[in-house]
């Protein structure tokens, strides 16, 4: 079964985020980033039109990209670019699962809403990323705890991501790995002072990978993966 496992402490990973416009893009981008030594690659195919997803959907279940790939589909009101209707949107995000990607990052807001989605992945077998964003601020340490516990519910994959107003929430997203077991979490803060986090999550928290972009930001506070492995090379040669 292909399921990513916790990393060990010298062995932090990196999941480059790609927004890809078409499927030609998408294979050109993925080349890039596992050139560029990504462990994995998420594929944002919110930015692509529906009918180069469904070519996608198809095309890359034969493919060993998926077993390496993130599959997400945010809509506008997740902060992403998809603007077709909720319904048609659950239609593709089953369709992707059925391509069997390594996860199929779904919103918990969504999960919440649609009972059959959540029955449609269990049956199917299709291993989902329970995904939750505040994009205007960093809840409390007891808040967020409580939203994970109800996010897993639908799988021990858990991502949670703030936004960062002040350097202290980085800290506070950090902590959540002091109270959180058996969950395989990624959790740290958007924006400039959230950019600590994002190294540190695989570090202090043992996240089983941080995000990084190749060469066009997706998320504010996203690092180019080339300074990432920089970093990453730097922490560990000291250590």
């Not at 950090?174 to 994002?198: C, H, K, P, Q």
């Amino acid at each position: 079964m292909r399921i990513i496992s916790h990393m060990t402490a010298n062995s932090p990973k990196i999941c480059v985020s790609l927004a890809p416009y078409s499927l030609h893009e998408l294979t050109i981008l993925a080349a890039k980033a596992i050139k560029q030594e990504a462990d994995f690659v998420e594929i944002r195919f919110d930015y692509m039109p529906i009918s180069d997803i469904k070519k996608a959907a198809t095309e890359l279940s034969s493919m060993d990209l998926c077993n390496k790939a993130i599959f997400t589909l945010r809509s506008r009101s997740e902060g992403g670019n998809f603007m077709d209707s909720s319904s048609e949107r659950v239609k593709i995000l089953e369709m992707l699962g059925l391509s069997n990607p390594m996860l199929l990052d779904v919103e918990f807001n969504t999960l919440k809403g649609n009972k059959s989605l959540m029955n449609f992945i269990q049956r199917n077998k299709i291993r989902p990323l329970v995904s939750w964003h505040n994009f205007l601020k960093t809840p409390t340490k007891s808040v967020i705890l409580s939203k994970i516990l109800q996010m897993r519910k639908y799988s021990r994959f858990i991502k949670v991501v703030t936004k960062a107003n002040k350097l202290e929430d980085s800290f506070n997203m950090l902590s959540l790995y002091d109270d959180i077991r058996n969950t395989s979490l990624v959790a740290f803060a958007m924006g400039e002072l959230g950019v600590l986090s994002r190294i540190l999550c695989t570090i202090y928290g043992n996240a089983p990978f941080t995000y990084a972009s190749l060469n066009k930001t997706i998320a504010p506070g996203q690092m180019p993966i080339c300074m990432v492995r920089k970093l990453y090379d730097v922490i560990f040669r000291k250590v």
